[in-house]
């Protein structure tokens, strides 16, 4: 029994309630109040200092393994010319004298003073290791010619596999890092998973939606996080990133969807997100859609029939149209009451496109972090999309329309940080979109627990709940709204228990926790 008094405790309900006292049995709350009822005078008393305590941040949109991944080996955005992406590289080289490749993350042409992506020539130069860097926004990569020589055919002949260059777009994308992926062991991934795991509980997050599925061979990354996610000290829903049903269906998965398979475009970093009008530096380009109408509207058909909760990717207004269109067509096949169907990202979005997503009851899940990045910078942007740019995220038009807004990462897009997103939130670029503080706060709590029908147990510092919260330094409702990011983290709880840094969990520990949870389930 923990009772924690003294407190500014702010609950994220509905009521939008704040107290001082709350009262923990294990992993659960029991009590909520400004003074400690007379059934728990004689316990002890844990003062909180008036520091205040929200519950623990959500992640409403992240590839959790690729994330693990990524972490295992180098990360080349903080690089500032190729000689330095070179070295960090080969550090990480020579740090791991028996690798027989090495996948690296985040090239951006806008980070370093060659003001281009590496090409194959560039890596090349650095070594001879098979060697894939994955574009900052996840949707391209290029490879160096020893890892070139291995690609088996099937890369090679895409047409989004250019040899010149040795970057990897569309379709050879997905293909090569199914390639690449799929020659990692389970140790390495099980290891990147716990510290990954890690580092988001350092940003407070304890609650997460991970799309999953990115080729391994029988999809044994989806098994292998529907069995690990048990062991790990978030709550983590998996959507399967697939377009086959029977494959959800028969694992008793209830969540469907994601990027790869289910990305219906590309990214303004490729310039391949579907536009209704061409882009503004190459007016003959709109994008491009990866399938059909029909192809989506059956798809959304068959998932919705199944029960599934449905996920897909779309950024230009094009495809975000396009997602809408199949979500009412598999809505009026089979009309459910509450499907919670979700949008990513729905970058474009026009005021008809919010209301058609309000009536059909679909959330949309948004990152923030895409406001203010700097592997994807504004004056690029406004190069690419004119006037447009500015319309980016119009999340105050989303709020106000009733839509159910939650806020994540994409990692490994953008590194996972809600005090951060929660700031650009409400320190948009077009000031008119901007959220309020206590808006921001619940797109990182109770309404990604809403989202995904986990609001019995999570999002809220609400009796019944998780006890599972965040310790801030500042009241980030009261301070001023450019003050925000500098709110610092004093304390997480995950489940009524304190997450500390350096207590890392053996594989045994992870194996009992995991068996635990399974009975729990």
Known sequence: MKVLTNGHFISCDDENRCFSVMIIDRDKIIFTGDSVPDTYAGCKQIDMHGLTIVPAFSDTHMHFESYALFGTTVDVREAQNFEAMGRMLNDWIDAHPNAKFLPAYGCSAHTVAEKRLPETADLDAITDLPLLIVKYDGHAAVANSALIDLFPSDILADPGFDARTGWLYQNAFYKGVNFITGKVSPITLLEGM?????????????????????????D???????????????????????????????????????????????????????????????PENKGFLAYSQEEVDNFCIRANRAGLQITMHAIGDAAVDQALNAYAAALKDYPRKDARHILIHGDLMNKAA????????????????????????????????????????????????????????????????PIEGIHICCNHPNPAQALTPEEALKTYTLWPARSAFDDNLYGSLTPGKKASFVVLDKDILSIPKEDIRTTKIRGVFLNGRRFRPSERFSMPELALRILHNFRED
């Open 194 to 218: 716990q510290c990954a795991a890690e580092a988001l509980a350092e940003k407070g997050i304890g609650y997460i939606h991970t799309v999953e599925g990115v080729g391994y061979q029988n």
């Open 354 to 417: 919010i209301q058609k997503a309000a009536e059909l009851g679909i959330t949309i899940a948004v990152q923030p972090a895409f406001l203010d990045w700097p592997q994807e910078p504004a004056e690029y942007l406004e190069s690419i999309l004119g006037e447009r740019a500015a319309q980016i995220l119009p999340l105050r038009d989303m709020v106000d329309a009733g839509l159910l807004v939650t806020s994540g990462s994409d990692a490994p897009c953008t590194i996972p940080d």
């Open 220 to 282: 044994i990354d989806i098994d292998t996080i529907n069995i690990i996610r048990r062991g790990l000290p978030q709550k983590y829903t998996v959507f399967f990133q697939t377009m086959d049903v029977d494959k959800v269906v028969r694992r008793k998965m209830t969540h469907i969807g994601g990027c790869f398979s289910l990305a219906l475009d590309g990214c303004f970093g490729s310039e391949d997100a579907a536009l209704s009008e061409g882009y503004t530096n190459h």
